[in-house]
């Protein structure tokens, strides 16, 4: 039995400001002419399929159109991530199935697999919406919950594994050992964190939530990553979707097959003048999303402006220079060590891909100044 599996669309994502929106209807497009080439017996679409849990409605449109047409090539299994409100995705779900889209509904502490057929048996996908522990402790309130470990454990206890020959779960969870890719978001102190060991006994484990693609653990447990690049930490990065081939009991290949992006996500690093020079770009994909360091020990007038004249798509602009090397050594201070401008330009840029701009700093600067005057005041 063939899946494709992909997850982490992130649809109506903008990065350092910009929509992405053209760029995932493109990369949409190519999924579904893979899903046409491969015909593939399921998709699994593993969380995170909006960006935002208040989705933007061009991005609700997208997702209209792209399930539609997907299911009229194969099953899809949809489930909730953590960016996702779960609750506004299960909606309209039981009827959707009749169609063969397959949304996970709100967890209350039950699973109900999809069961698929081949010529070696049956196939049991159990979809898992993203849970925290609150979530299991409010379905079990008897059980005795800790940490994200303890409660898929026990959400996976309602597995019924004499429901079919093989099992194949769908989740959307940060697994222990797994790689970040930086456009993630995790709990303070890795509490989000599960043991792969809890996935004992399934065929094949789709996962969501970490954007590269990657095994976790396991052969057998993997995530597709995400379709585009989502931070600017991971300009340079190919992305691709997952294709899982189940044979009899036991057999499994996994291949990656590669995804082609509008535009790349790419880093320039450079003086002005070398980047301005027309050898440095002349046939060089300029359409491209751009994250550029200036290495000019003095900053140079409006160099963003300019520089978008030649490369339209410039995202950020920054310098690597004697006077950012010493404001890095303190922004790696410990936190408690921070100052609330610096912490809040942090959590800012894990958001949004980018660190705020001058403006936006000076608004930052502006509001805390008020807001500990404020404090000072009620103090007294």
């Known amino acids: 039995m063939k899946f494709l599996h992909l997850g982490d669309l992130h649809l109506g994502k903008r990065l350092v400001g910009v929509s ?23 998709v699994l679409i593993a969380g995170d399929v909006y960006d935002r849990t208040t989705p933007p409605a061009e991005a609700v449109t997208l997702l209209d159109d792209f399930l539609t047409r997907l299911s009229a090539a194969a099953p899809v299994v949809l489930i909730a991530g953590n960016h996702d409100s779960a609750e506004r995705l299960a909606f309209g779900g039981r009827l959707m199935a009749a169609g063969g889209v397959y ?21 049991a996908v159990w979809p898992l919406p993203f849970l925290r522990p609150a979530h299991v402790r409010a379905a079990r309130p008897d059980a005795a919950i800790e940490n994200s470990t303890d409660a898929v454990r026990e959400a996976l206890a309602a597995v019924d594994f004499s429901a079919a020959e093989r099992h194949v779960l769908l989740a959307h969870q940060f697994v222990t050992g797994s790689a970040p890719s930086g456009s993630e978001e995790f709990a303070v102190g890795g509490v989000d964190s599960v043991d792969a060991a809890v996935f004992r006994g399934f065929d094949y484990v789709a996962l969501g939530h970490i954007h590269s693609a990657q095994s976790a653990g396991a052969p057998h447990i993997r995530y597709c990553g995400a379709p585009l690049c989502y931070h600017e930490a991971e300009a340079g990065r190919d992305k691709s979707v997952t294709v899982a081939e189940l044979g009899e009991k036991g057999a499994l ?11 790349r996500l790419r880093r320039l690093r450079g003086s002005y003048d070398e980047l301005s020079a027309r050898q440095s770009y002349a046939g060089a994909p300029v359409e491209d999303y751009l994250v550029v360091t200036l290495t000019d020990e003095q900053e140079v007038p409006d160099a963003a402006a300019k520089l978008r004249l030649i490369y339209p798509n410039l995202l950020r602009l920054g310098y690597d220079n004697t006077r950012t090397r010493s404001y890095g050594e303190v922004a790696a201070r410990p936190p408690e060590e921070r100052t609330p401008l610096e912490l809040v330009s942090a959590l800012y840029e894990q958001q949004n891909g980018s660190p705020p701009t001058p403006d936006q700093t000076a608004l930052l600067r502006r509001l805390i100044r008020e807001i500990w005057e404020e404090d000072e005041q009620c103090a007294r």
Do not use: C, K, M
């Open 20 to 42: 992405l929106l053209e760029d995932q209807r493109h990369i949409l497009e190519e999924i579904l002419s893979i899903a046409g080439s491969e015909r593939p017996d399921a």
């Open 103 to 123: 949304l996970s509904p709100v967890y209350d502490g039950t699973l109900e697999p999809v069961v698929l057929r081949d010529q070696y048996g049956t196939v």
């Open 253 to 263: 290949t996994v291949r990656e097959l590669p995804l082609h992006p509008l535009r």
